[in-house]
């Protein structure tokens, strides 16, 4: 059944499940469109092309798929699914086991979001309480939906993936429809080098208790919390959803209560910055593209409807709270935050301790590793000391490093890099950008060259800094590595190694994970690769193609 129900701590949640049915169609009028523009083949070198080409059909489709429907009950209902898969993701987010495909749920989970953000730019119309004809209908449109989201984030993963391989995916016409799948040197490597993500997931830094200092400055300055905010808008849909006919909270109404409440204008500005409505929200396109700009419901949880010509307020609990875990984890802490809060006198400087916190979490544990260890380190390194207090300032030029450790006949250069959580090929296919194209690797190259060139100074240094007066670093090799508070695919093909705090963890046991080779293919193994681990598989490829 499409419909299921599951069962969690004495509660039943629904959720929708994938069809096929609907694929053929659909596959049918892509292979063609494919067909008709590259031929019978679609050769590697229009590849990415052709990816592209399937990227903007879905994107299409599913817009005018859900833009075609009017009712109002059918973007409740997607809001509730929502609101269930919300609360069972808090349920179990410490539970290995769960009922169902959990890549399936996450998937199911983005999906539902481009509905109703897509929502937002709709005319909906009011109609009669759903019944059991009306439910069976609307089911299987979400089925569909479901379809066209998934194939849409699909492509733009196997975009991001092409990127990053140079050729690890192949199109086929060959069965009479559209068919894509790794390359047979690639088939199944990325998943194997991804595997190892859990782990690293599993431990990646999180800060504790932002949203209690968030809270204390936010009750201080306009008079009300996100409790307080959360408590108002939960009666308010109480009172107004038990209604006979039920209406929704509009926006003028729910700003007046809050204002009444608080006894301040500055809530306005504050609770327009968490409004997601036809003005501030990511096309389909930039919401699978760009997923981290800020203009989605995992970003502003207020979901504006257009209901009869009136502007009305969507959102329930678990969803409002998985927002501002969001906004906390990813947003605020890397200075990102609403265009609306910019009228709130105190939200600068409130940033600046955020960020100041977020650089804090990783190098903190990276420290007590080092002292767990007793690895020799120095921290914040800004200026370079000398026997004859003549010290040099580094902190403009090559820039500060935030560790300088001993380890075995190497002297590390470490800085710590706080990237973005993400989940998925594209977003990982981002950061990469953040150390190719935004200088992260060029930065380090300055500070191993000018550390190379004085090396004298830098053995003063050390001398000096980590009470070591006869330390002679004449046989020590320098290598400069990153560190990084959650996993990425750059990682396993940077300039440099780059380390999260697990594998950091093991090189300082003696186990670094950039020593190990992969025997590759599984089948009958012939070769070794090594870091980084996609170049190295990529001139193999190139190689076996001669």
């Not at 089925?143 to 984030?153: P, Q, S, T």
């Not at 580094?394 to 590390?412: A, H, S, T």
């Not at 959650?486 to 093991?506: C, D, S």
Request: glycine share 4%; hydrophobic share 40%.
């Amino acid at each position: 059944m499409p419909l299921q129900f599951l069962q969690f701590d004495d509660k039943e949640f629904q959720i929708i499940m994938p069809n096929k049915a609907h694929e053929p169609a659909y596959r049918r009028r892509l292979t063609a469109l494919i067909r008709t523009k590259f031929g019978a083949k679609v050769e590697s070198d229009q590849t990415l092309q052709a990816l592209l080409d399937c990227f903007n059909f879905y994107a299409e489709e599913l817009e005018i798929a859900i833009r075609e429907i009017k009712d109002v009950n059918f973007f409740v209902f997607v809001y509730l699914l929502h609101e269930d898969s919300a609360e069972i993701s808090y349920l179990t987010q410490n539970t290995a086991e769960f009922p169902i495909d959990r890549s399936y749920f996450n998937l199911y989970r983005r999906i539902l979001k481009l509905i109703l953000q897509e929502s937002c730019m709709i005319n909906a119309i009011s109609s009669p309480a759903p019944d059991k004809l009306w439910m069976d209908k609307h089911v299987s449109v979400i089925e569909k939906l479901i379809y066209l989201g998934d194939f849409l984030i699909m492509m733009v993963d196997a975009i991001s993936e092409q990127k990053i391989t140079d050729g690890s995916i192949e199109i086929s016409l060959d069965s009479g429809l559209l068919t894509f799948q790794n390359s047979t040197a690639w088939k199944d490597f990325l998943p194997a080098l991804l595997s190892g993500f859990a782990e690293d997931g599993r431990e990646s830094l999180i800060e504790e208790g932002l949203e209690v200092h968030f809270n204390k400055k936010l009750k201080s300055e306009i008079g009300l919390d996100l409790s307080d905010i959360r408590s108002v808008m939960g009666t308010l849909n109480e009172k107004l959803h038990n209604m006979n006919p039920p209406r929704f909270v509009l926006l003028d109404e729910l700003l007046k209560v809050l204002v009444q409440q608080a006894s301040n204008d500055l809530v306005t500005p504050f609770i327009k910055g968490l409004i997601l409505n036809k003005d501030n929200v990511a096309s389909i396109r930039n919401a699978v593209e760009k997923p981290y700009l800020g203009k989605r419901i995992i970003h502003r949880p207020l979901l504006t409807l257009n209901i009869d010509g009136d502007e009305c307020i969507l959102v329930y609990p678990y969803s409002f709270e998985e927002a501002m875990n969001t906004f906390f984890q990813n947003n605020i802490t890397l200075g990102k935050f609403p265009e609306d809060w910019k009228a709130l006198p105190f939200m600068e400087e409130l940033v600046k301790e955020f960020k100041q916190k977020h650089k804090d979490i990783l190098e903190d544990p990276v420290e007590k590793l080092l002292k767990t260890f007793a690895v020799p380190y120095d921290r914040n390194v800004k200026v370079l000391f000398k026997q004859d207090h003549q010290h040099v300032s580094i902190n403009l030029k090559p820039g500060e490093i935030d560790f300088i450790f001993l380890l075995g006949k190497k002297i590390f250069i470490a800085d710590c890099k706080n990237l973005t959580k993400r989940y998925e090929m594209h977003g990982w296919f981002q950061d990469i950008s953040k150390f190719a194209n935004h200088g992260y690797n060029k930065k380090m190259e300055e500070k191993i060259a000018f550390l190379q060139k004085n090396s004298s100074l830098l053995e003063s240094h050390l001398r000096i800094a980590l009470k070591i007066p006869d330390l002679d670093i004449r046989d020590y090799s320098i290598q400069g590595i990153f560190i990084i508070n959650t996993p990425t695919i750059y990682m396993l093909n940077g300039e440099f190694k780059i380390y999260t705090y697990h594998r950091f963890n093991q090189l300082l046991q003696g186990q670094d994970f950039f020593d190990r080779y992969i025997m590759w293919p599984r089948v009958n193994p012939s070769r070794r690769i090594m870091w980084p681990f996609i170049d190295s598989l990529k001139q193999i490829a190139r190689q076996e193609a001669i």
